[in-house]
């Protein structure tokens, strides 16, 4: 079973920037490309909701809310996801976290709390 953990959170003004990564491990057989990938967040008396997902094809797939400011990336060579936000606004605040899907399985992080505040 694959694990997935988080890292790159942290305190940013409004209209920075940061970048998380998502490295996996675990992997025990099964190679890091076939599992799409993706990156969620939960805000404080939220719902968990999708940011971004990359697919094993290198498809990607934004929330209108983050189009045109977050990029999400994979390193198939790394087992590494990233996803660099930019432009960040304070409702960007939350918990952001890695998911690794393949079929009927879910891989989730702990996940890595992200603070947009001046």
């Known amino acids: 079973q694959v694990q997935v953990v988080e890292s790159g959170g942290g305190l940013v003004q409004p209209g920075g920037s940061l970048r998380l990564s998502c490295a996996a491990s675990?992997?025990?057989?099964?190679?890091?490309?076939?599992?799409?990938m993706g990156w969620y967040r939960q805000a404080p008396g939220k719902q968990r909701e999708l940011v971004a997902t990359?697919?094993?094809?290198?498809?990607?797939n934004y929330a209108d809310s983050v189009k045109g400011r977050f990029t999400i990336s994979r390193d198939n060579a790394k087992n590494t996801v990233t996803l660099q936000m930019n432009s960040l606004k304070p409702e960007d605040t939350a918990d952001y976290y890695c998911?690794?899907?393949?079929?009927?399985?879910?891989?989730w992080g702990q996940g890595t709390q992200v603070t947009v505040s001046s």
């Open positions: 998911n690794a899907h393949l079929k009927n399985y879910d891989s």
């Open positions: 990359i697919t094993s094809k290198f498809r990607t």
């Open positions: 675990g992997l025990t057989g099964l190679i890091f490309n076939l599992y799409d």
